[in-house]
Structure formats: structure tokens, C-alpha cells
């Protein structure tokens, strides 16, 4: 996601060929000689990477195994409570491991029958319109690494917990896929930068941080909340909107902290009418009226 990109540590390839990601000072895992080395190893991995190829795979040490286990844990206890039913199915039919980190290429393996799906690596930020744009062609740009394992319950960056725990268990639902395929669609089709700003805005508050009623309760389907040990279990007490495709398109937010403006969707029909059907069918024109729109 290119707001959480104020996020992803920058990565440097140099002429010998050696990559270095750059963790800011705050990283909990800045002083750990052992996790950066790793850390460089993975994102090599995917600035190497050739479209078409297996994904490489990634070494990770058992206690980052262990942190894997336990935040697929807890969340999984989290979900039952406050995901929607649809992500529920969908986490079931995907089936991922829970006491290991699955390899990209696992991923892919188990997504790809059921919603045409495959997982690429990418080593960080990934260009705005590239990142979507592959949606359309059923690719999901993912981070491989993992948060340090000494603050297993908080990271800075979208890690392979929040790509795989929040976004492969989604993309198993047909219904989802759907969704992440034409948001690609109308990344591809608008021309303008100010027009790929409001789609990405649009997917922001919708499959990255959208809430849904069901059944009288107030439940989440964005990767991000469901990924996230704390938001999970705050997003209900925040300031919760009407679904409204001009609001979400132009609404700030700050990726620093919990996402305090949330919109609800009233039922995922109404997530597919509106918002699908923006994604399925917008271009700078119709943006651009919407924007003017009072
Ligand atoms: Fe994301």
C-alpha cells in the first residue's frame, strides 16, 4: 500500500550487488545485527525476483515461527468475534498453517484454485499504480519478513502477518477477489494522478480498514483491522460513517496510528453496489464529477 509506504523501510541495491533495507532508529529490530542480516537476505529475494518464477523462499529463524503461531492465534480468537462471516469462510477454506509462517509460494498454491489469486514478493514500497494495477490480473504484491519477534504483537511495517493473515484469508472469498480485481481494473483505466489517489483512498477505507453491520453488530473486513492485535479491538468505539464513495475518496487519514474515521458498509451487497461498482466502471471523468459534486 503506498500510505503505509511512509512505512516500508527503504531498500538500497548496490553495484556489488548487495541490498540493504533501511530500518529507521525506532525499529524494534534496529540494534539486531542477526534480524537485519535476514532482513537484507529476504529483500534481495524479491528485487531478484522474475515474473513467472516460483517465489523464492524465505529462511526464518523458530522464534519468528513462534511469533507467527501466536499472532495467528490470537487473532484467529479475535476474528471469531469481530470479523464478518464472509472472511470467516474464507479463512477456513484457505486453510493456512498456524504453527509456522507459510512461504509465499504456499500461499499462492493454496489461493490460486480457489480465487485465481498468486502471491508476488515485493521488497517494499511497490509504485501505486503497479501495486494495483496487477490486482486486475490476480497478483498480490506481499512482503516476506517478519516483525521483530522481541514486540510480536506490534510492527511498523506491513509485514507478512498483515499481507497473509489480512489479505490472502480475504482473497480466498470469491467475493472478495472480485473486489481486489476490479479496484486493479480502475487503477489501470484512470489516467490521472488525482484520480488514482481517490481509487486508492477508496480501497484504503474499504478492503484495507472497511467495517460492515451484520446481524446488528458492527464487524470488520479490512485487512488492516483484522490483521492488527490492538485496532481489532478498537475500531467499534471510532467515529463510524455512512458508505459514501466521495467521502472515502477525499477523507484524510494518518497511517501513524488507529484509523479513527471508519465507513460501514450496511451489508456486502451494498460494499459490491457501491464500491464495486465504482471500481468496475470509474475513469477521471466520473471522478472528477463526483469530485466537483457538491
Ligand atoms: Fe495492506
Not at 481489532?232 to 484509523?259: C, S, V
Request: aromatic share 12%; charged share 25%.
Amino acid at each position: 500500500m503506498f500510505e503505509e509506504a511512509q512505512y516500508f523501510a527503504p531498500v538500497a541495491k548496490r553495484e556489488d550487488g548487495s541490498v540493504t533495507v533501511e530500518l529507521a532508529s525506532s525499529h524494534p529490530g534496529f540494534a539486531d545485527a542477526v534480524y537485519r542480516e535476514r532482513r537484507n537476505a529476504i529483500a534481495a529475494l524479491a528485487l531478484n525476483y522474475q515474473p513467472g518464477d516460483p517465489v523464492p523462499h524465505a529462511e526464518y529463524t523458530e522464534e519468528e515461527h513462534q511469533v507467527w503461531a501466536l499472532v495467528s492465534r490470537e487473532l484467529a480468537a479475535k476474528h471469531q468475534r469481530y470479523a464478518i462471516r464472509e472472511f470467516l469462510d474464507a479463512t477456513e477454506r484457505l486453510g493456512l498453517p498456524k504453527d509456522h509462517i507459510p512461504q509465499l509460494q504456499e500461499v499462492s498454491d493454496r489461493l490460486y484454485p480457489l480465487t485465481g489469486f498468486r502471491y508476488i514478493p515485493a521488497a517494499g514500497l511497490v509504485p501505486l499504480r503497479e501495486f494495483y494495477g496487477v490486482l486486475a490480473d490476480g497478483y498480490f504484491h506481499s512482503t516476506q519478513y517478519i516483525r521483530h519477534h522481541s514486540v510480536p504483537f506490534y510492527t511498523p511495517e506491513p509485514d507478512i502477518i498483515h499481507e497473509v493473515i489480512g489479505h490472502a484469508n480475504t482473497l480466498a472469498s470469491d467475493r472478495f477477489a472480485e473486489l481486489y480485481r476490479v479496484a486493479g481494473g480502475a487503477a489501470r483505466r484512470v489516467e490521472s494522478e488525482d484520480a488514482l489517489q481517490f481509487v486508492s483512498k477508496v480501497f484504503w477505507f474499504t478492503l484495507e480498514f472497511g467495517v460492515m453491520r451484520e446481524a446488528s453488530e458492527l464487524k470488520a473486513y479490512g485487512a488492516g483491522i483484522l490483521s492488527s492485535y490492538g485496532e481489532i479491538e478498537e475500531f467499534r468505539g471510532m467515529d463510524i460513517r455512512p458508505l459514501d464513495l466521495k467521502a472515502m475518496g477525499t477523507t484524510e487519514y494518518d497511517i501513524t496510528k488507529y484509523q479513527d474515521v471508519l465507513f460501514e458498509a450496511m451489508s456486502f451487497d451494498q460494499l459490491e453496489d457501491v464500491v464495486g461498482s465504482f471500481w468496475a466502471t470509474c475513469d477521471d471523468d466520473s471522478i472528477a464529477r463526483l469530485l466537483a459534486d457538491g
